[in-house]
């Protein structure tokens, strides 16, 4: 099992990881989404097949000599990260909640999709595509820092479907949040600026 954001699933539903991996022969858990660990993942399986990992990670040139400090960053992600993990979730949540609120009303969000700590949402003018959106987002307006303060540049993803992705890690605060929401209401107001004028 691809168990990337397993953790975040076990958050979200309230139960162990052992639960959602309970039929699965192997899982790969990533440490350095939502857990912060500066690099890897854990492989969880039978022996034997760990010991065929190993041997073909070595094969491959996978091979890592005093991997201690990054065994211990591991350790921490695991023992101490997991907890905060509701924290990403709710900031996740609180953003998904102002895009629906947003006005004028550009953004389309499920609500009963907003689990953990991805967003999926969509444009609501077909004009206006996700590469395009998202290129507005990291890049600073003329007149933006006046409006809002401070100028900001959100980093998110065109996605499947037409659809633009969102994702909350350890690095993204509460502020960073609000700061995110704020210059999302800036873009669709001057979206919608600039459709008036071109009518």
């Not at 854990?42 to 400090?69: H, T, W």
């Not at 949540?93 to 969000?109: S, T, W």
């Not at 993803?157 to 929401?181: I, K």
Request: glycine share 10%; hydrophobic share 45%.
């Amino acid at each position: 099992m691809d168990g990337a954001r397993v953790m975040n699933a076990a958050r979200a539903q309230g139960v162990s990881p052992s639960v959602i991996t309970q039929h699965c022969h192997t899982v790969s858990v990533c440490l350095s989404k939502g857990l912060g660990a500066p690099v890897g993942t854990m492989l969880v399986g039978p022996k034997d097949f760990i010991q065929r990992a190993v041997c073909a990670r070595k094969a491959l040139g996978g091979g890592l000599r005093q991997a201690g400090i990054l065994a211990a960053a591991g350790t921490i992600a695991l023992t101490a990260m997991v907890d905060r993990l509701e924290e990403d979730h709710r900031h996740a949540k609180i953003f998904a909640q102002a895009l629906l609120e947003c006005d004028p009303p550009l953004y389309q969000v499920d609500m009963a999709a907003v689990e953990t700590n991805i967003v999926r949402f969509y444009l609501r003018d077909p004009l206006l595509t996700p590469g395009e959106f998202c290129e507005r987002l990291a890049a600073v307006a003329e007149g933006e820092a006046r409006a809002l303060g401070q100028g900001t540049r959100v980093l998110m993803f065109p996605h499947v479907g037409g659809s633009v992705r969102a994702c909350w890690h350890l690095g993204v605060t509460e502020e960073d949040t609000q700061s995110a929401v704020s210059k999302l209401r800036f873009v669709a107001q001057q979206y919608a600026k600039e459709r008036h004028r071109a009518r």
